[in-house]
């Protein structure tokens, strides 16, 4: 009889028994067994298929005829066959490979793992056609395996060279058959070889193998790494839930979503990071992003989360008593690697509790602070810290455009509803608001005329209401020929007033063709707030917009007639469609800029964690802290967003002369940072030769990627220096804190951890703010300098100018937005004509630099 593997209570008992009629299974079931067609559907995965059964007193008996099978392979199936009975894995056609290969259920297991991630990589190849490989290349297989276990069993004798075994495996790849076999094995061997670390090998509190598999993955190394490569990921695979969480840096940090797309999920979470990379610049953390998708219906989303959660801390090491410890049973090449934060994200908005409750029973370092926004964190739909930062971008835009949204009433369509945090929040932040049409996943609402003051109310209404929708608003407060409809409805029949609303003719329409004509309506705003790619630019096609689930729905960027775009959502656009838009006259920015403020909000969120439990306070206390500095934290998020907001309109007001400097800089990120042009969106040399011609500079959609990679790259060059410990930057890291919790944890702020990111990325952020994208780039050009010496430079100046001071005083000083940009643009002038002098000239005496500049101030000497 087959062993159970130690299965408590197994659900069923294997052995196969041969004679003259053929071979048999015989199993003993424990209580009443599945349906003959289940059981023979288990067989046949296994590549046996049952001729016959029948019931007798040893058990019940499934006759398969002649089986050319060796004892010990039939004792393999047995064991699988028991594992799976007792739940432990389920079998599909990777069953195969039992027999085929000669492996346990647990290899077989393994092996599915790593052909499902390579699917997800976008092999393009079926999973049946990976198996049908697999299955005729059985030494393939086994060398494989020799290899994942010469790189990481912890238990490994060294008898099995790690080197041998992957020479071994890039011969049997160089000698597939086809093409096909071979980029199948090549995907696979780059899998292996790109793992850093693996839980395979950990056990659980039972003592046996985990249920969940985790890899922790090196993408560049991958056989196709495609155009965004993560700096790290780490895979979880199960039969009830596969995840994939990427990362752009070391210390890197995004939400979690509960993904719809089992098919492409990972392609899902590229954009997300490539997104929250750019989004990050201004905090410590990189961008990260993730997503889990159930592979079993009978498992809940919060169930999911958890096993996704425990894949992920399973492979990150902790910090205890100072000292960073790597997971028991767990080879580690990769050196120190403690740092993983997580965020809520679509999906997830409850779960943070759930996380850190999970980090907790692991005893990870950063206690609550591991999943922010939890009870004992901020609320971000309560701040309303998402939407306020992005109607920083509406208002601005509205501005420069003479139009005072707080004193003017105007026209809105919506991608949200009320009950939704940014479409929600930002709903309610003006009077002035007459939102025309909006829509969700539900219904599409309609309101061609409605009344600011009585609309507003009914909005705030709903937004106090648990879980509504747009059917919850009364029917009575829309005015006429509007109303809410499903979006299950057949048909929907247009009001004169609504046709007129939306800009269109048609009497009657589908709900999808009515979602289109709301993303085209003739508004001063479209405000998104929602989940979903709508809009394409007319060079594109829906699949480069990654979200088939909006195809039906998706307009171009010539077709929309809003005058301003607030993105409060991610992914809202494509950003070829932003710069179509913009070229078009459109004021846009990009969802990176717009919806930045709740990424900050947490940022400061996990950082003011960190010092507060690393040193006396109690938690009470610490929570009463947190909490009374929300406002606080607010009004330094905001501060911050208005500064890039109003960075990107200097740039824009200059972009047509700025070109071949930004031109450079492309260069210069491309070269230093890795950024690649095409992938985030800038223009190549046919295009930017046509906008020199034309007089045309960079749009702001184009201008915030400069920004953001700008401050990414300033960032690492001042961290690889000794800028964030100089004395002339110590007061950054106590003023990062807001004051309350700088006066009570002192000590324990000059400990943090991050101390020095924290530094670099205030110092970095506020340098690109004041000077622009490009000015940093330039210096070095003409003056073979280095970056931390423009910064040494530039607080030079910025502490003999007072330059807060004359900064706020000339925001302050002028009631026209034009005229204000102007007056600013005269200062970063000025003060680019002072650094460039100090570099020149050196710092010296600080009484000689200060005479020096004031005699150069009067005199208005050019520096270079």
């Given at each position: 009889?087959?062993?159970?593997?130690?299965?408590?209570?197994?659900?069923?008992?294997?052995?196969?028994?041969?004679?003259?009629?053929?071979t048999?299974?015989?199993?003993?079931?424990?209580?009443?067994?599945?349906?003959?067609?289940?059981?023979?559907?288990?067989?046949?995965?296994?590549?046996?298929?049952?001729?016959?059964?029948?019931l007798?007193?040893?058990?019940?008996?499934?006759?398969?005829?002649?089986?050319?099978l060796?004892?010990?392979?039939?004792d393999l199936?047995a064991r699988?066959?028991?594992?799976?009975?007792?739940?432990?894995w389920?079998?599909?056609?990777?069953?195969?490979l039992?027999?085929?290969?000669?492996i346990?259920?647990?290899?077989?297991?393994?092996?599915?793992?790593?052909?499902?991630?390579?699917?997800q990589?976008?092999?393009?190849?079926?999973?049946?056609?990976?198996?049908?490989?697999?299955v005729?290349?059985?030494?393939?297989?086994?060398?494989?395996?020799?290899?994942?276990?010469?790189r990481?069993?912890p238990?490994?004798?060294?008898?099995?060279?790690?080197?041998?075994?992957?020479?071994?495996v890039?011969?049997?790849?160089?000698?597939?058959?086809?093409?096909?076999?071979?980029?199948?094995?090549?995907?696979?061997?780059?899998?292996?070889?790109?793992?850093?670390?693996?839980?395979?090998f950990?056990?659980?509190?039972?003592?046996?193998a985990?249920?969940?598999?985790?890899?922790?993955?090196?993408?560049?190394?991958?056989?196709?790494?495609?155009?965004?490569?993560p700096y790290?990921?780490?895979?979880?695979c199960?039969?009830?839930?596969?995840?994939?969480?990427?990362?752009s840096?070391?210390?890197?940090?995004?939400g979690?979503?509960?993904?719809?797309?089992?098919?492409d999920?990972?392609?899902?979470?590229?954009?997300?990071?490539?997104?929250?990379?750019?989004?990050n610049?201004?905090?410590?953390?990189?961008?990260?992003?993730?997503?889990?998708?159930?592979?079993?219906?009978?498992?809940?989303?919060?169930?999911?989360?958890?096993?996704f959660?425990?894949?992920?801390?399973?492979?990150?090491?902790?910090?205890?008593?100072?000292a960073?410890?790597?997971?028991?049973?767990?080879?580690?090449?990769?050196?120190?690697?403690?740092?993983?934060?997580?965020?809520?994200?679509?999906?997830?908005?409850?779960?943070?509790?759930?996380?850190?409750?999970?980090?907790?029973?692991?005893?990870?370092?950063?206690?609550?602070?591991?999943?922010?926004?939890?009870?004992?964190?901020?609320?971000?739909?309560?701040?309303?810290?998402?939407?306020r930062?992005?109607?920083?971008?509406?208002?601005?835009?509205?501005?420069?455009?003479?139009?005072?949204?707080?004193?003017e009433?105007?026209?809105?369509?919506?991608?949200?509803?009320?009950?939704?945090?940014?479409?929600?929040?930002?709903?309610?932040?003006?009077?002035n608001?007459?939102?025309?049409?909006?829509?969700?996943?539900?219904h599409?609402?309609?309101?061609?005329?409605?009344?600011?003051?009585t609309?507003?109310?009914?909005?705030?209404?709903?937004?106090?209401?648990?879980?509504?929708?747009?059917?919850?608003?009364d029917?009575?407060?829309?005015?006429?020929?509007?109303?809410?409809?499903?979006?299950?409805?057949?048909s929907?029949?247009?009001?004169?007033q609504?046709?007129?609303?939306?800009?269109?003719?048609?009497?009657?329409?589908?709900?999808?063709?009515?979602?289109?004509?709301?993303?085209?309506?003739?508004v001063?705003?479209?405000?998104?707030?929602?989940?979903?790619?709508?809009?394409?630019?007319?060079?594109?096609?829906?699949?480069?917009?990654?979200d088939?689930?909006?195809?039906?729905?998706?307009?171009?960027?010539?077709?929309?007639?809003?005058?301003?775009?607030?993105?409060?959502?991610?992914l809202?656009?494509?950003?070829?469609?932003?710069i179509?838009?913009?070229?078009?006259?459109?004021?846009?920015?990009?969802?990176?800029?717009?919806?930045?403020?709740?990424?900050?909000?947490?940022?400061?969120?996990?950082?003011?964690k960190?010092a507060?439990?690393?040193?006396d306070?109690?938690?009470?206390?610490?929570?009463?802290?947190?909490?009374e500095?929300?406002?606080?934290v607010?009004?330094?998020?905001?501060?911050?967003?208005?500064?890039?907001?109003?960075?990107?309109?200097?740039?824009?007001?200059?972009?047509d002369?700025?070109l071949?400097?930004?031109?450079?800089?492309?260069?210069?990120?491309?070269?230093?940072?890795g950024?690649?042009?095409?992938?985030?969106g800038?223009?190549?040399?046919?295009?930017?030769?046509?906008r020199?011609?034309?007089?045309?500079?960079?749009?702001?959609?184009?201008?915030a990627?400069?920004?953001?990679?700008?401050?990414?790259?300033?960032?690492?060059?001042?961290?690889?220096?000794?800028?964030?410990?100089?004395?002339?930057?110590?007061?950054?890291l106590?003023?990062?804190?807001?004051?309350?919790?700088?006066?009570?944890?002192r000590?324990?702020?000059?400990?943090?951890?991050?101390?020095?990111?924290?530094?670099?990325?205030?110092?970095?952020?506020?340098?690109i703010?004041?000077?622009?994208?490009?000015?940093?780039?330039?210096m070095?050009?003409?003056?073979?300098?280095?970056?931390?010496q423009?910064?040494?430079?530039?607080?030079?100046?910025?502490?003999?100018l007072?330059?807060?001071?004359?900064?706020?005083?000339?925001?302050?000083?002028?009631?026209?937005?034009?005229?204000?940009?102007?007056?600013?643009?005269?200062?970063?002038e000025?003060?680019?004509?002072?650094?460039?002098?100090?570099?020149?000239?050196?710092?010296?005496?600080?009484?000689?630099?200060s005479?020096?500049i004031?005699r150069?101030?009067?005199?208005?000497?050019?520096a270079?």
């Amino acid at each position: 009889m087959a062993e159970t593997l130690g299965v408590e209570n197994p659900s069923a008992r294997v052995y196969f028994a041969a004679d003259d009629a053929g071979t048999r299974a015989v199993v003993q079931w424990p209580a009443q067994p599945p349906l003959l067609a289940e059981v023979c559907a288990m067989f046949e995965h296994f590549g046996l298929r049952v001729a016959s059964y029948q019931l007798a007193d040893t058990g019940h008996h499934y006759e398969f005829g002649c089986l050319a099978l060796p004892r010990t392979t039939l004792d393999l199936i047995a064991r699988a066959f028991e594992a799976a009975a007792a739940g432990r894995w389920q079998v599909d056609r990777y069953a195969a490979l039992i027999p085929s290969a000669g492996i346990d259920w647990r290899r077989a297991v393994l092996i599915r793992a790593a052909g499902r991630f390579i699917r997800q990589t976008g092999l393009g190849f079926s999973a049946d056609y990976i198996v049908d490989s697999l299955v005729a290349a059985p030494e393939f297989v086994n060398a494989l395996l020799t290899l994942f276990d010469a790189r990481f069993n912890p238990d490994g004798s060294g008898d099995t060279d790690a080197d041998q075994a992957d020479h071994d495996v890039a011969a049997l790849v160089d000698a597939a058959a086809s093409l096909d076999d071979e980029r199948i094995r090549r995907a696979l061997h780059s899998f292996v070889r790109a793992t850093l670390r693996t839980n395979w090998f950990q056990l659980g509190p039972d003592g046996q193998a985990k249920d969940y598999l985790s890899f922790k993955i090196d993408s560049a190394r991958l056989a196709d790494p495609g155009p965004v490569i993560p700096y790290r990921e780490i895979y979880v695979c199960s039969d009830t839930v596969e995840g994939i969480h990427l990362r752009s840096g070391a210390i890197a940090r995004g939400g979690l979503r509960w993904s719809n797309r089992p098919e492409d999920y990972r392609t899902e979470v590229l954009g997300l990071m490539k997104t929250q990379a750019v989004k990050n610049a201004p905090i410590v953390p990189s961008g990260a992003k993730g997503a889990f998708v159930l592979r079993n219906t009978d498992i809940s989303p919060a169930d999911g989360y958890r096993t996704f959660i425990r894949g992920l801390l399973d492979i990150t090491d902790n910090i205890v008593d100072g000292a960073v410890r790597h997971p028991d049973r767990t080879v580690c090449p990769d050196g120190a690697d403690a740092y993983l934060v997580v965020a809520a994200d679509k999906g997830t908005a409850t779960f943070s509790d759930l996380a850190n409750s999970v980090a907790a029973e692991y005893g990870f370092w950063l206690g609550d602070a591991f999943a922010s926004g939890g009870s004992a964190g901020y609320d971000h739909k309560a701040m309303g810290i998402t939407a306020r930062g992005a109607w920083l971008s509406v208002r601005r835009h509205f501005a420069e455009a003479g139009h005072d949204i707080d004193a003017e009433p105007f026209t809105v369509a919506g991608i949200g509803d009320m009950s939704g945090d940014v479409f929600g929040n930002g709903m309610l932040l003006s009077h002035n608001i007459k939102l025309v049409a909006a829509f969700d996943h539900r219904h599409i609402f309609v309101d061609p005329d409605p009344d600011p003051q009585t609309s507003f109310g009914e909005r705030k209404r709903l937004f106090g209401l648990p879980a509504s929708s747009w059917q919850d608003y009364d029917s009575t407060l829309i005015s006429a020929g509007g109303g809410v409809w499903p979006r299950t409805a057949k048909s929907i029949a247009l009001s004169p007033q609504a046709r007129s609303a939306l800009g269109i003719e048609a009497a009657e329409c589908t709900p999808d063709e009515l979602i289109a004509a709301v993303l085209r309506a003739p508004v001063d705003l479209l405000w998104n707030g929602g989940v979903g790619t709508y809009v394409r630019a007319d060079g594109e096609t829906n699949a480069d917009a990654r979200d088939k689930a909006n195809d039906r729905v998706r307009v171009t960027a010539s077709q929309l007639r809003c005058t301003v775009i607030g993105e409060g959502g991610n992914l809202g656009l494509t950003q070829q469609a932003r710069i179509g838009f913009a070229l078009a006259g459109g004021r846009i920015n990009a969802d990176f800029i717009d919806n930045a403020a709740g990424v900050a909000t947490s940022d400061l969120e996990v950082n003011i964690k960190i010092a507060l439990d690393s040193g006396d306070i109690g938690t009470a206390q610490r929570n009463a802290l947190l909490a009374e500095a929300t406002d606080e934290v607010a009004a330094r998020v905001l501060a911050d967003n208005a500064e890039a907001i109003l960075a990107i309109s200097m740039a824009a007001a200059e972009a047509d002369s700025l070109l071949d400097r930004h031109i450079r800089l492309i260069t210069n990120l491309r070269d230093e940072a890795g950024v690649d042009p095409q992938v985030e969106g800038l223009p190549a040399g046919p295009e930017l030769a046509r906008r020199r011609s034309m007089g045309l500079g960079l749009t702001r959609p184009e201008i915030a990627v400069l920004l953001a990679q700008s401050k990414n790259l300033v960032t690492q060059e001042l961290l690889a220096s000794e800028i964030p410990d100089h004395e002339a930057f110590t007061d950054r890291l106590i003023d990062y804190f807001p004051a309350g919790i700088a006066e009570q944890a002192r000590a324990e702020i000059s400990r943090h951890p991050l101390r020095r990111e924290i530094v670099a990325t205030s110092v970095a952020g506020e340098l690109i703010n004041r000077v622009g994208p490009g000015t940093i780039y330039r210096m070095q050009e003409r003056l073979a300098v280095t970056t931390p010496q423009v910064a040494q430079a530039y607080a030079t100046v910025r502490d003999i100018l007072d330059l807060d001071a004359l900064w706020e005083a000339e925001l302050a000083g002028n009631s026209d937005e034009t005229q204000r940009i102007q007056a600013l643009l005269q200062v970063r002038e000025l003060v680019e004509h002072l650094t460039s002098w100090v570099l020149r000239n050196g710092t010296g005496n600080r009484a000689r630099v200060s005479a020096a500049i004031g005699r150069l101030i009067t005199a208005g000497e050019p520096a270079i």
